[in-house]
């Protein structure tokens, strides 16, 4: 059976902290497709190592940093788009015309399962927003179409409020500042209990890690953990189900496909 997820991200490297656990996980499942779509390349984002990049080339760099994370995972997108919308000013281009763009891949590919960003856009990012919004739009104007299979469930990407606290009690105890959901650019957690999907990603964590590593020009808010609480972090992707409604109090799914062929 075929099983295809799109995955509907602003910047490289957003793709691996939210998707390559889960993608690593179906790497060499029969019929697994994987629909990647990047709607900025991330050329006005942070050059770690001026040795790396230069403003004018961040986002050609950025464009093959992501493609060489997906070769360290070991599963390559099975189409990649690049929209290469400016970096930092996806809210203030043609809404419609990046919502017709979302909605043309999602009718050629129309992937079981999509995800992307919620209101929140994880860290507030304005980029992460629009996009998010945009995807969720172009997800129900080809799901409300009904002339084809497909669309059948739509997540965003969220934190667990029990993990963030977890991250910020281990900061302060460090003697750092913990990380403040008020501002722009720090993480944004959702209450545990809105969660419906939760994947357990330990065992493919270090191909996870081995892939963020190829995103060079980024340190990713991590670059002051250890290689251990690295792995923690990255040992679980969760998400909100968007669409069909989740029933609060429902068990969580452990798998972004889990229960289609029930529904």
Partial sequence: ????????????DDDTFGCAGTVALHADDAGFRFVLIHVT????GQIA?????????????REEEDRLSWV????????????????????????DELVGRLAEVFEQERP??????????????????????????AFHRVRRAGEGPGLRRLLHQA????????????????????MDPTQLYQPRGVPDDELGVLIDCRTVVDRKLAALEEHRT????????????????????????????HAPGAPLLTDVFGSLDER
Wanted: charged share 25%; glycine share 8%; net charge negative.
């Fill in 1 to 12: 059976m075929t099983s295809t997820l799109a995955v509907v991200v602003a910047h490289p």
């Fill in 41 to 44: 390349s991330g050329e006005a």
């Fill in 49 to 61: 190592d001026e040795a790396l990049a230069t403003r004018q080339t961040l986002g050609a760099v």
């Fill in 72 to 95: 360290a995972l070991g599963r390559p997108p099975d189409r990649h788009e690049l929209f290469r919308y400016p970096d930092h000013q996806v809210d203030e281009q043609p809404y």
């Fill in 112 to 137: 079981d399962v999509v995800i992307t960003f919620g209101p929140d856009g994880v860290t507030g990012h304005p980029d992460h927003i629009t996009t998010g919004r945009g995807a969720t739009e």
């Fill in 159 to 178: 934190i667990p409020q029990s993990m963030l606290d977890e991250w910020n009690r281990r900061l302060v105890a460090s003697g750092k500042e913990p």
């Fill in 218 to 245: 980024q340190s990713g808010g991590m670059q002051d953990m250890s290689k251990e609480e690295r792995r923690t972090a990255l040992s679980f992707e969760s998400h909100v189900i968007a669409w069909p409604e």
